[in-house]
Structure formats: structure tokens, C-alpha cells
């Protein structure tokens, strides 16, 4: 155990990445845990409201934000001070996202339906550092062998490739799928080969004078809403609490 965390951890330098992620997790579990009881009414715990002002926790979640990424920029990848730039870090991510829906929609959504949106992202970017913690490069690139790796032109090719795959999913309203095939380059391809979702730019300018092909789209995306979205508010709700009604 100590030769796999010394080889795949310590010596890649990744146990600033390791800590940013442990950090950003538990204060977003605390976070959600500390708000869970103050709408209930239960624990010591209360709003912070000097003055009459409601101080929002993306507030010090920015403060040890900036502080925790400038300690980083200042120093090295090594040592205790990388290390504790990468907690301050993580605990601010962690605070600052689980606020993401106010920040969007610049308004107190956190115990409405769009206040699930940070619950959304929250779980999103666990996911993608987890596979750059991993050992996953963006657009492919960690696929290559040692001799196309020398080969400057196969590897803009293959981050050309899909670089494009990623986009023309994301254009077809394909967001998840297009973020997650920038590690997971087939993802990627899979949401750029199909229908695009209807209210997407690419069905609005491609389907335009193409009415079976919106309907198919329409009745695919309702089709995919109504198996996975009732699953995906309760796993959310699960985590984060379940929205005012």
C-alpha cells in the first residue's frame, strides 16, 4: 500500500489534487449538513446575519478561495505549504459551489428547484477531478503510446478530434456528456453522433426545415427525461435536501 501511494500519489505530485478534493467533499457534506439543521430548526447552530445582512457562505468560501490559490501560486507542488494551500482551496470550491445556483441565478434559490443545480455541479466536478486523480488527460491525450506521444502531429490531431466530438455535443444540448468526453474522449462521440436535444442550437438551426427529425428529437428527449430526471431530483434531494415546495 505504501509503494502504490508513494508511486501514484506522492511521486506524480498529485497530493495537493488528492487533498483539494478530500476537502472540497467533506465541507460540502458539512455545508449541507450545518444548512439541513438550520432550515429544521434543530442545533446550535444559525444564520450569520450582522446587521440585518444574510452573509452567504460563498462569501468566506471565495476568501479561502483566493487566499488558499495564491499560497499555491507562491510556492511549490511540494511540502507542507502546497499542501495547506490545497485544503484552503478545497474547502472554498466546497462552499462556493454548494451556493453555484445563487451565483447563477443572483438570486437566494438554495431550497427552491433551481437551487438543485449546485447539488448538479457538485457531483460533476467530484467526478471530473476524480478522473484527472485518476490519471485522465483531457481530449485523449494519456491514450497515446510513448511513440505517438513524440509525434507532435498525432497528438493535436487527437485532441483536435476531440475537441470537436465534445463540442458538437455540447452544441447539441448535450452539456453532461460533453464535459465528461474531455477525459472520456467516446463519451464525447456518443452525444455527438445522436439527435440533439430540441431546444438546442443545433435543432434550431439544423432542424429547422427538418420536422421529423425535431419530432424524433422531441419524443427522444421526453422519452430520456421521463426515465432519468425523476431519478436524478432524488438522488440530488438525497444529498442536498429536498426543495420548498
Known amino acids: 500500500m505504501g509503494h502504490w501511494w508513494y508511486r501514484n500519489i506522492v511521486e506524480p505530485g498529485k497530493l495537493p489534487l488528492l487533498l483539494a478534493l478530500a476537502s472540497f467533499v467533506l465541507a460540502f457534506v458539512v455545508t449541507r449538513a450545518i444548512t439541513r439543521l438550520i432550515r429544521a430548526g434543530k442545533g446550535p447552530f444559525r444564520n450569520i446575519s450582522p446587521g440585518g445582512l444574510h452573509v452567504h457562505h460563498v462569501v468566506p468560501g471565495v476568501v479561502l478561495m483566493v487566499v488558499g490559490g495564491f ?15 490545497a485544503v484552503l482551496f478545497g474547502i472554498g470550491v466546497g462552499l462556493v459551489l454548494d451556493e453555484f445556483a445563487l451565483i447563477l441565478h443572483l438570486d437566494d434559490v438554495y431550497w427552491t428547484e433551481e437551487g438543485t443545480k449546485s447539488v448538479e455541479v457538485v457531483i460533476l466536478t467530484v467526478a471530473l ?8 488527460l483531457p481530449f485523449g491525450v494519456n491514450e497515446l503510446s510513448p511513440d505517438e506521444t513524440a509525434d507532435r502531429l498525432t497528438v493535436v490531431r487527437t485532441v ?12 447539441k444540448g448535450k452539456a453532461r456528456l460533453a464535459v465528461v468526453g474531455v477525459f472520456v474522449p467516446f463519451v464525447a462521440l456518443f452525444g455527438a453522433v445522436r439527435l440533439a436535444r430540441p431546444h438546442s442550437p443545433w435543432a434550431r438551426r439544423c432542424y429547422r426545415n427538418r420536422p421529423k427529425a425535431l419530432a424524433r428529437a422531441r419524443v427522444r428527449a421526453y422519452r430520456h427525461d421521463r426515465r432519468w430526471s425523476g431519478l436524478r431530483r432524488k438522488v440530488e434531494h438525497l444529498i442536498g435536501g429536498a426543495p420548498d415546495q
Open 71 to 85: 499560497i499555491a501560486i507562491a510556492g511549490d507542488r511540494r511540502g507542507f505549504g502546497s499542501g495547506a494551500a
Open 129 to 136: 477531478v476524480a478522473l484527472v486523480l485518476g490519471g485522465f
Open 160 to 171: 483536435a478530434v476531440n475537441f470537436v466530438f465534445a463540442l458538437l455535443a455540447l452544441v
